[in-house]
């Protein structure tokens, strides 16, 4: 079995691949504090839920955008499973040619979701993931990773809210029932939820213009299934995209597997 992990700055994602298989997933909460050995603990644990054991790892892969917790999950990997993970990174095959003027600067859960997104559905293709950040990641037909846009993520923008003003709370991010807000809360529900519709459709739009084509447009990320639908230019939800994508790169870099 393979354990994949994409390493956010809110939650890790995980996966247990047997060969194209998700066998399962789950999200635990990226902690800077927490030890290799504590780490170690819940992925068995987690392992263990599900009836799968740790011995039957046999391969393992990260995608980190936090620097500090990347030396942690390598160690948990090497210390619980006995494999030593791949990372995604320079010297890694991805299949996807990066053409940012620094490619070292683009995020490596942004390539990752590339990868899979034009392995599934070809080019030009167009990842929106709705994470803490809201990225936008534009793939040629060819399925040369073009660049993008990040804009604040729609959680951040309401802890702004709370945060930069006197008297407005903190809210839970949802669909309100109207536009025209009766309360303070549901004025601003409706604010953060129809003008992140806007801000996302529009990205789109323009990037689309730039391609000169209508790109397949595919959404992943925690806050999707709450603003894709209401976003006619989206044509695809994959949760576990990002998940998928370490997959196929670890098999285009795979190592011999532990006996």
Request: hydrophobic residues 40%; glycine residues 10%.
């Amino acid at each position: 079995m393979l354990i994949v992990f994409d390493i956010g700055n809110t939650t890790i994602g995980l996966g247990i691949f047997q060969g194209k298989k998700l066998l399962a997933d789950w999200k635990i909460k990226s902690d800077r504090e927490s030890t290799a050995d504590e780490y170690g603990i819940i992925l068995c644990n987690l392992l263990s839920h599900h009836n799968l054991s740790c011995q039957k790892i046999k391969g393992a892969i990260i995608s980190s955008v936090v620097p500090p917790l990347t030396p942690i999950i390598q160690t948990a990997c090497e210390k619980f499973f006995g494999v030593k993970p791949l990372l995604v990174g320079p010297g890694l095959k991805t299949g996807i040619p990066i053409l940012y003027e620094n490619p070292a600067e683009v995020g490596s859960d942004r390539i990752v979701a590339a990868c899979a997104a034009y392995e599934k559905y070809g080019g030009p293709c167009l990842v929106v993931d709705f994470g803490t950040a809201t990225t936008f990641d534009a793939i040629s037909a060819a399925g040369e990773y073009l660049g993008g846009a990040i804009a604040p993520g729609i959680q951040i923008s309401a802890e702004a809210l709370y945060l930069r003003t006197a008297k407005l709370p903190r809210i839970e991010v949802r669909k309100p029932k109207s536009a025209i807000g009766r309360t303070t809360v549901s004025s601003m529900q409706s604010g953060l939820y129809f003008g992140y519709i806007g801000l996302v459709s529009n990205i789109i739009a323009e990037i689309s213009k730039e391609l000169g084509i209508k790109p397949k447009v595919v959404a992943t990320g925690g806050f999707a299934e709450l603003i894709a639908s209401e976003i006619p230019a989206i044509d695809f939800q994959e949760p576990n995209l990002v998940l998928e994508g370490l997959r196929i790169i670890y098999e285009k870099n795979k190592r011999p597997e532990k006996k």
